[in-house]
Nanobody, 124 residues
C-alpha cells in the first residue's frame, strides 16, 4: 500500500485547508487510515484523525475534534481531512498512515504504511 498526500500549504489563522491521501497498490478496505502531525523536527508525531474504511468509525485528537473532519472517498481510494478554523498550533508536517487495526490503535500507536508528509503552515 502506497500513500501520497496532497493539499498542504499556508493559510491565515481562522482559515481552512483540505488534505488528501491517495492510496495505490491496494484498496483501503480493510485498513484504518489517518493523519499524523509533527510540529517540529525531532518531535514525535501525534495522531490527529483516523477513520476505519469498513465501518467508518472515527477517532480525533481532542484539540481538533470540533474543527477537523476526516472522510473517505471510496471511488477515488482517497481519505480527506477537512480542517476549519485553523490555529497556529496546527502548523506542522502532516503524514498519512494506514494499518489493519482499530482507529484508536492507528491514531495512538502509529501505522504500518506512511506517506512522505506535507507541510501545513498557519500564520498571519
Amino acid at each position: 500500500l502506497k500513500l501520497l498526500e496532497s493539499g498542504g500549504g499556508s493559510v491565515q489563522p481562522g482559515g481552512s485547508l483540505t488534505l488528501s491521501c491517495a492510496a495505490s497498490g491496494a484498496a483501503f478496505e480493510p485498513y484504518s487510515i489517518g493523519w499524523y502531525r509533527q510540529v517540529s523536527p525531532g518531535k514525535e508525531r501525534t495522531g490527529v484523525a483516523c477513520i476505519n474504511s469498513s465501518d467508518l468509525r472515527t477517532f480525533y485528537l481532542e484539540t481538533v475534534e470540533d474543527r477537523f473532519t476526516i472522510s473517505i472517498d471510496s471511488a477515488k481510494n482517497t481519505v480527506n481531512l477537512h480542517m476549519n478554523n485553523l490555529k497556529p498550533e496546527d502548523t506542522g508536517i502532516y503524514s498519512c498512515a494506514a494499518a489493519q487495526m482499530s482507529v484508536e490503535g492507528l491514531c495512538l500507536f502509529g501505522g504500518w504504511y506512511w506517506g512522505q508528509g506535507i507541510p501545513v503552515d498557519v500564520s498571519s
